[in-house]
């Protein structure tokens, strides 16, 4: 059974950091395209930032320089360094993994709170 645990979310003020971490087990992390995904309140979910198998990177505009996604594939964990805070990035963050294959899978966190006040 795949689980996919977030940790790290926080009350912040603007221009501060935080520092989010998935813990991955159940599933072959090293060979899963992740991702970071957030929801604000009435909107949809939407991509942050995502990390292939490779280590190659993108990100949403609106967070580019500012947000770093990085995982340690020893420690199946997923991270999402997160600088220069802004209260529109207040939101509920998610972790996503994604399966290899032509069929791929996508598997859900519970999410973690991020509250930025200005």
């Known amino acids: 059974q795949v689980q996919l645990v977030e940790s790290g979310g926080g009350l912040v003020q603007a221009g501060g950091s935080l520092r989010l971490s998935c813990a991955a087990s159940?599933?072959?992390?090293?060979?899963?395209?992740m991702a970071w995904y957030r929801q604000a309140p009435g909107k949809q979910r939407d991509l942050v930032a995502r990390?292939?198998?490779?280590?190659?990177?993108n990100y949403v505009d609106s967070v580019k320089g500012r947000f770093a996604i990085s995982r340690d594939n020893a420690k199946n964990t997923l991270y999402l360094q997160m600088n220069s805070l802004k209260p529109e990035d207040t939101a509920v963050y998610y972790c996503?993994?994604?399966?290899?294959?032509?069929?791929?899978?996508?598997?859900w966190g519970q999410g973690t709170q991020v509250t930025v006040s200005s």
């Open positions: 159940g599933t072959s992390f090293s060979a899963n395209t």
């Open positions: 996503n993994a994604r399966t290899p294959g032509y069929w791929p899978v996508n598997y």
């Open positions: 990390i292939t198998v490779g280590g190659s990177t």
